[in-house]
């Protein structure tokens, strides 16, 4: 049986300034959440402030048994990147949303399986470390709170009419409205009542983002992961994120091991990517990436848990920090795309395969289980039924056909494109000559 965390009232015998103490999975007081119902009751309605209490302790619960089983190592007071990757399993594993990247901050969608109680809990564990900044025990910045939204509303064009005069209030009926709705400073965003998956049709859709971050003069590095994103299926911080080990462990050098979402940092899967992509990324560990680190270390040099992706500071990149490029090549080329489409691409091209490819029922049925469990999607138990007859090596044969294909598609669009660099996308199949790779 689990022991959970849980709150007794304080007799009316005894003074205090609480008016019900919480208890941890030890049964010791835990003060963070007693003062914070003590604070809650003040500013909320007795109903509220109860359920908001229910709601975390639901969810220290949640992490307690997560800590117990090594999955996390995420502790209340823990950095803000540890607080959101333990909220983000809760509302997946136990709250079952779904959860995508957006530009700075996550998106998440309720399921038929997800209780009516996840806006509540996102609101509560919100106002709790609100009120732990406020009160000064928690030393970070709110790490429910998503500072890019905050800073794009402080930015938001509010000129008026007059060149160089400030803005009349409404009021004044001199000015035009401003036509924007308030935008939540909420790093968890909810979003539509039932997720659905995107269906993204267009097989120039890999070349026309490469154009874009060429545009805006992208670097190696950031070209290489979006080839790796489109042709992997990954997620941003599944690919950006890896680590030298990660690639250097894989079976093959056209892969990686990575994480994935509910593996809690684990390397549970693994990702394929071109012949051609291996190529650039071996060029870039052992030319490009010694410019901004420290030894001029190669790859068999460095270390398991170097970063592959380093900043120009030479720290390991984020999925942060690279968002940053992506937004400023699809802002620069009017695209409308975050990077988390080219994980749909991915899926909508090879279920084209699929189609194509299969001759009878039973074929589609196993190549499609094989694209389950690459991808390592839930119900489990689907994915389990099928697992003793997945052959991952033909899964490995349908992908590199993909590979050959997008590679032939892009020639195509060079071919087709009059007004563009033609020598720009030959780079991504190009390696200078002499190298011993």
Not at 40 to 47: D, F, H, L, T
Not at 277 to 287: E, M, P, V, W
Not at 413 to 428: C, D, F, M, S
Request: proline share 4%; glycine share 2%.
């Amino acid at each position: 049986m689990v022991n959970r965390y849980y709150c007794v009232k304080c007799p009316k015998t005894i003074k205090s300034s609480y008016e019900l103490l919480v208890f941890d999975q030890k049964n010791d007081p835990f003060m963070p959440l007693t003062e914070y119902y003590a604070d809650c009751v003040k500013r909320y309605s007795a109903n509220t402030a109860k359920s908001y209490l229910n709601r975390l302790m639901e969810f220290f619960t949640w992490v307690g048994v997560a800590k117990t089983n090594q999955l996390l190592e995420m502790k209340w007071d823990s950095n803000p990147e540890m607080v959101r990757v333990a909220v983000e399993y809760y509302l997946m594993d136990e709250l079952r949303c779904k959860v995508a990247a957006e530009d700075s901050y996550l998106y998440v969608n309720l399921t038929r399986k997800s209780p009516l109680t996840v806006k509540s809990f996102l609101s509560a564990i919100k106002s709790f470390y609100k009120f732990a900044c406020r009160a000064r025990i928690y030393k970070f910045a709110n790490p429910l709170i998503d500072i890019q939204s905050v800073i794009n509303s402080v930015y938001l064009d509010k000129s008026g009419e007059r060149p160089d005069a400030p803005r009349m209030p409404e009021i004044s009926g001199t000015e035009e409205p401003i036509s924007y709705r308030k935008i939540t400073d909420s790093y968890f965003k909810m979003g539509a009542s039932e997720w659905e998956p995107h269906i993204i049709n267009d097989r120039y859709l890999p070349d026309r983002v490469l154009e874009a971050g060429h545009a805006v003069g992208w670097t190696l590095r950031e070209k290489i992961a979006t080839l790796m994103l489109f042709e992997t299926g990954a997620r941003v911080s599944e690919v950006v994120e890896l680590l030298i080990g990660d690639y250097r462990k894989a079976k093959r050098e056209t892969e990686a091991m990575t994480f994935s979402k509910r593996s809690y940092g684990k390397r549970v899967k693994y990702i394929q990517f071109s012949p051609n992509t291996a190529k650039l990324l071996k060029h870039y560990i052992n030319h490009e990436r010694i410019k901004y680190t420290t030894g001029s270390k190669q790859l068999n040099d460095l270390n398991d848990n170097d970063p592959i992706f380093v900043t120009s500071r030479g720290t390991g990149l984020k999925r942060e920090a690279w968002f940053y490029h992506w937004n400023k090549a699809m802002k620069y080329n009017g695209l409308k795309l975050n990077p988390h489409k080219a994980r749909h691409w991915f899926v909508t091209t090879r279920m084209k395969m699929i189609y194509e490819r299969a001759k009878d029922e039973s074929e589609f049925h196993r190549y499609k289980e094989q694209l389950i469990v690459y991808m390592k999607w839930r119900p489990q138990d689907t994915v389990k039924a099928y697992e003793h007859y997945f052959n991952q090596e033909e899964s490995r044969l349908i992908q590199l056909e993909m590979h050959e294909q997008m590679k032939h598609t892009q020639h195509e669009y060079i071919k087709n494109k009059t007004n563009y660099v033609k020598n720009y996308l030959l780079i991504t199949i190009y390696i200078p000559p002499n190298n011993n790779y």
